[in-house]
Structures are given as structure tokens and as C-alpha cells.
């Protein structure tokens, strides 16, 4: 037998041995030191080499695309802003517990249907601790999402994942249970990351970054077995919206590598407006 490739990668001399073995090409695999090489007997080479070149050409590789750029953005400073401006005119739950009467997710209050307390819960905090944690958290993770999906889209999906987790932790509890803080929204936006990371991309052509995925939601577990122990910590809403959050972040994964164009953006913005409004007025 002679050497017909060689130099091969691992991956192409299993995909090279693939084809020959669908034609009944006798070959054998060798390795080297440069990489791998196959063999096949000197009355079969031309018919290999034919075999290869043809599936070559019905299947001509596909250019990896470039990763999406990274939008530059300062809007994770102003959505902490925004928790600092409803505690100064909402004040704190822990001096005012009519608040979360009125706000907070009660569990019992939203199965019997009242749905918005799962998004007014997210800007109530405790005290000026937990409020600068939450804050610290959606400048850090929140503005990673953004500068991936874009602001509007980023910061709706952010929402929509504290919404979510609020709510399943709602149903999971069931009544007797409250809870208060924009932490479900910062476990959210970790989970988005993970999930956008860990998802298979749109493209064929554009590599996974699985790895970089595991190292998100590895700091993201870790966050939440250290704060599972707090008084003020609820651990399941952070669960349920890490949960929510890797949801999304995978299906935006699986649709999209870019951000929205800007008008998709603008139409993000004004819906996660009109439902913080239509959920405080309600």
C-alpha cells in the first residue's frame, strides 16, 4: 500500500476514510509525525483520489464567518440608575412593608392572576445593600447582553428572564411566598450568557464557544450557592431566573449572531416600556 494523504488532521482523515470506505476502497489509517496519512493499494489510488475530489466539490467548505461586533454601551450604568431612582421615590421594603404588599411577588397574588407583580417586584430592594449588589450586577452582566443582542432587545430579554423566573418560582412555591429584588434579573442576564455561549450558532460556519459558556454558568452557580444562605436571598428566583435567562439566550443564539437592526431595537425599547408602565399602573 502507498501513502495517497497525508498531513491530515484527525477530523479530515476520518472524513477522507468515510468516503473511501462508502466506495469499497481498501485503505488504512497511519499516523506521523506532521499528522495523519492514508494508505491504499496503488491499483486503487486514482479511484480514491477521484472519490475524494468529487465529494470535495459537492461540498465545498464553508467560510467561518467573523464574530459579531461587540456594541459599545454605557446602558448597564443607567438601568442601575433606574433601580437607584425607584428605590429614591419608592423607597426601602424593609422600612415600608406595604410596598411589597402592593409591588412585591407575592406568590398567592399572582396565581390568582395578578401577573404584573412579577416585573414590580423586580425594582424593589430591601435595603441600600441589597440595592447596590443588584445594581453592581445588571452594569456587569446586564451590559455583556447588550453589547451582544443590542440594547433594546438585551435589556427586554433581560426583563422578560426576571419575569419569568418570578413567576415559575410563583407556581413552584405556591401561595405564602414573597420575595423582591432585581437579582432575578441579574441571574437572568447570566443566564443569557451562558446559554448564548453554550447554543449551537445560526451559521455553520461560525465556531461554537461552548467552553466560554461553562465558565459563565460555573460563576453563575457559584454566585448563587454563596448567596443561597442570605436572609434577603431568594434562592429559587435566582435558580428560576438563571433558568429563564439560559432559555433565551440559547433561542436568540439559534436565530440570530448579529444584533437587531435599529428599528427592531427602538420596537424593543418601546415594549419593555409600555409593560413597566402598564405593570405599575395595573
Not at 423607597?91 to 404588599?101: A, K, N, Y
Request: hydrophobic share 50%; aromatic share 10%; glycine share 12%.
Amino acid at each position: 500500500m502507498q501513502p495517497l494523504f497525508i498531513a491530515l488532521s484527525e477530523k479530515d482523515a476520518d472524513l477522507y476514510g468515510l468516503i473511501l470506505a462508502a466506495r469499497a476502497i481498501p485503505f488504512a489509517f497511519e499516523k506521523k509525525s506532521d499528522g495523519w496519512q492514508i494508505l491504499t493499494p496503488a491499483s486503487f489510488a486514482q479511484k480514491a483520489l477521484e472519490e475524494v475530489e468529487a465529494y470535495k466539490g459537492e461540498n465545498p467548505p464553508l467560510p467561518e464567518k467573523p464574530a459579531p461586533p461587540l456594541v459599545f454601551t454605557r446602558t448597564g450604568y443607567w438601568a442601575a440608575g433606574v433601580l437607584l431612582l425607584f428605590y429614591a421615590i419608592l423607597g426601602s421594603v424593609e422600612t415600608d412593608r406595604s410596598l411589597i404588599r402592593t409591588w412585591g411577588a407575592d406568590s398567592a397574588a399572582i396565581l390568582s392572576g395578578q401577573i404584573y407583580r412579577t416585573l414590580t417586584a423586580l425594582f424593589l430592594h430591601f435595603d441600600p445593600v441589597h440595592l447596590t449588589g443588584n445594581m453592581a450586577g445588571l452594569a456587569i452582566f446586564g451590559t455583556a447582553v447588550v453589547q451582544t443582542a443590542g440594547a433594546g432587545a438585551g435589556w427586554l430579554m433581560i426583563l422578560m428572564a426576571g419575569v419569568v423566573g418570578n413567576l415559575i418560582n410563583a407556581a413552584f412555591h405556591g401561595p405564602g411566598h414573597l420575595s423582591a429584588g432585581a437579582s432575578t434579573s441579574v441571574f437572568g442576564a447570566m443566564g443569557w450568557l451562558a446559554g448564548y455561549r453554550m447554543a449551537p450558532p445560526p451559521h455553520p460556519g461560525r465556531r461554537k464557544r461552548g467552553r466560554a459558556g461553562w465558565v459563565v454558568l460555573g460563576a453563575a452557580l457559584t454566585l448563587l450557592a454563596l448567596l443561597g444562605n442570605s436572609p434577603k436571598s431568594d434562592f429559587t428566583a435566582h435558580l428560576f431566573g438563571l433558568v429563564a435567562g439560559m432559555g433565551l439566550g440559547a433561542g436568540y443564539a439559534r436565530l440570530r449572531s448579529w444584533p437587531l437592526p435599529n428599528r427592531w431595537q427602538l420596537l424593543c425599547w418601546m415594549i419593555l416600556a409600555a409593560l413597566v408602565l402598564a405593570a405599575f399602573s395595573g
